[in-house]
């Protein structure tokens, strides 16, 4: 089955600089990749998504890469905030019919420390 | 946007209770709803698939006698925990998408405690 690590687990930055978190997926056939955002306690956010035939997406402050040929993506989130605290979730689908499975990443602490 | 609703948000009941939580798409059919649970700091961990009127299907490793799932309509998911024990406590989270290479839209989790 798909295999999802994500790096690293832990991030700490100053408000105002960039944060990259990294994740890597083991099959090739996954076509599409979110990114959550989940405080605590809380439900899962989507924040961003990019399929297999786009290699990047941007988002005002929030940009995911895509390279299928090395299987790793990465979300990108510039001048960061305060409220950009949380954990960090990639994930990878594939699947046709209606029917998509998701494998999750390990997850980032993101901390941005004002 | 898309709404998933999740029921209760947070259950506390003795060990060997049985207890049902629910998962309702709101403003649309979904195709398809996942159930995940998830341990403190940790990653979301799927347990079972459902899709409207069919069996669910398991994950490796899940008990599917204990965790019973039943997807009655395209807007309705339950997930219930047969004699839960203190093992069983938890994070757990529904998700449900409304068709092909749409994203999954999450409920609010429902915290169980068994005691």
């Known amino acids: 089955g798909e295999n999802v690590e994500q790096h690293p687990s832990t991030l700490s930055v100053q408000e105002g600089d960039s944060a990259v978190i990294k994740c890597t997926y083991s099959?090739?056939?996954?076509?599409?990749f979110p990114w959550y955002k989940q405080e605590l306690g809380k439900r899962p956010q989507l924040i961003i998504d990019?399929?297999?035939?786009?290699g990047e997406k941007k988002d005002q402050r929030i940009a995911v890469t895509l390279n299928k040929t090395a299987k790793h993506f990465s979300l990108h989130i510039t001048e960061t905030q305060p409220e950009d605290s949380a954990v960090y979730f990639c994930?990878?689908?594939?699947?046709?019919?209606?029917?998509?499975?998701?494998?999750f990443g390990t997850g980032t602490k993101l901390q941005v420390i004002p | 946007g898309a709404v998933v609703s999740q029921h209760p948000s947070w259950v506390i009941c003795k060990s060997g209770t049985s207890v049902k939580i629910e998962c309702r798409s709101l403003?649309?059919?979904?195709?398809?709803m996942f159930w995940y649970r998830q341990f403190p700091k940790q990653s979301l961990m799927l347990m079972a698939t459902?899709?409207?009127?069919?069996?669910?299907?398991?994950e490796q490793g899940v008990e599917k006698d204990k965790f019973l799932i039943n997807h009655a309509s395209l807007t309705l998911s339950t997930l219930t925990v047969t004699s839960a024990h203190p093992e069983d406590s938890s994070f757990y989270i529904c998700?449900?998408?409304?068709?092909?290479?749409?994203?999954?839209?999450f409920g609010d989790g429902t915290r169980l405690s068994i005691l």
């Open positions: 998700s449900a998408i409304g068709g092909k290479d749409q994203p999954q839209h």
């Open positions: 403003d649309f059919q979904a195709t398809t």
């Open positions: 099959d090739s056939a996954s076509n599409y």
């Open positions: 990019i399929r297999s035939n786009v």
């Open positions: 459902s899709n409207e009127g069919s069996k669910a299907t398991y």
């Open positions: 994930a990878a689908s594939k699947g046709s019919g209606g029917y998509q499975k998701v494998t």
